[in-house]
């Protein structure tokens, strides 16, 4: 039972690049996030999925997107990388019944 | 979900120093959740308060939530090197799924 996993770990990119942030859970939980973390600004909300088939805008949408591929995977797309999108990427999933949230290990993403 | 202010941002404490962090939010909560990241982890859940005037224990931590399910507190007695992270406190997204974390109280213990 692997919980949240997230790849890559580490990504560099140049401004205009594009890239898409893998995230998958094992443990069935039908809702799946997307928050960004950079220094001083905790921890903002992205986009999330309360169920498969189903994404929504969080608190910071603008520059992303979000695919809901199944019940596992939640991936977060940047289609044209920008300076101001360097941040950890956390992925995390919820366990309906008691409403807790489990977070993946993090992505480190810096933009050139 | 609502967002809920907490104080301070940053605590320093000498290592067997008692500490406090509080969350505050201007409508009732449906419940409130506790999560702390140690430096360079990931935000790890440690308990969920649902209770009017509730009060959980975990070993040296304590939690309360208000009367009013307004506030909440997370009070640590005699502080460890092994409590240094980031507290947040967010609601616990019930009857909704978002959950807005804001930015959390940094605690940093100095042996």
């Known amino acids: 039972n692997a919980g949240v996993t997230q790849t890559p770990k580490f990504q560099v990119l140049k401004t205009g690049q594009s890239m898409t942030l893998q995230c998958a859970q094992d443990m069935n939980h039908n809702s799946m996030y997307w928050y960004r973390q950079d220094p001083g600004m905790g921890l903002r909300l992205i986009y999330y999925s309360a169920s498969e088939g189903t994404t929504d805008k969080g608190e910071v949408p603008n520059g992303y997107n979000v695919s809901r591929l199944n019940k596992r995977e939640f991936s977060l797309r940047l289609e044209s990388a920008a300076p101001s999108q360097t941040s950890v990427y956390f992925c995390?999933?919820?366990?309906?019944?008691?409403?807790?949230?489990?977070f993946g290990p993090g992505t480190r993403l810096t933009v050139l | 979900g609502q967002q809920v202010m907490q104080i301070p941002q940053y605590q320093h404490v000498q290592e067997g120093e008692d500490f406090t962090t509080y969350c505050n939010s201007s409508?009732?909560?449906?419940?409130i959740q506790w999560y702390k990241q140690r430096p360079g982890g990931h935000p790890v859940f440690l308990i969920q308060l649902v209770k009017s005037g509730e009060v959980k224990k975990q070993k040296r931590l304590t939690f309360q939530f208000g009367e009013a399910k307004k506030n909440s507190s997370l009070h640590i007695t005699a502080t460890q090197t092994t409590d240094v992270g980031t507290y947040f406190c967010?609601?616990?997204?019930?009857?909704?799924?978002?959950?807005?974390f804001g930015t959390g109280t940094r605690l940093k213990v100095l042996a």
């Open positions: 967010p609601e616990g997204g019930s009857g909704t799924y978002k959950y807005i």
């Open positions: 409508t009732t909560l449906s419940n």
């Open positions: 995390a999933s919820r366990e309906a019944s008691s409403l807790k949230q489990f």
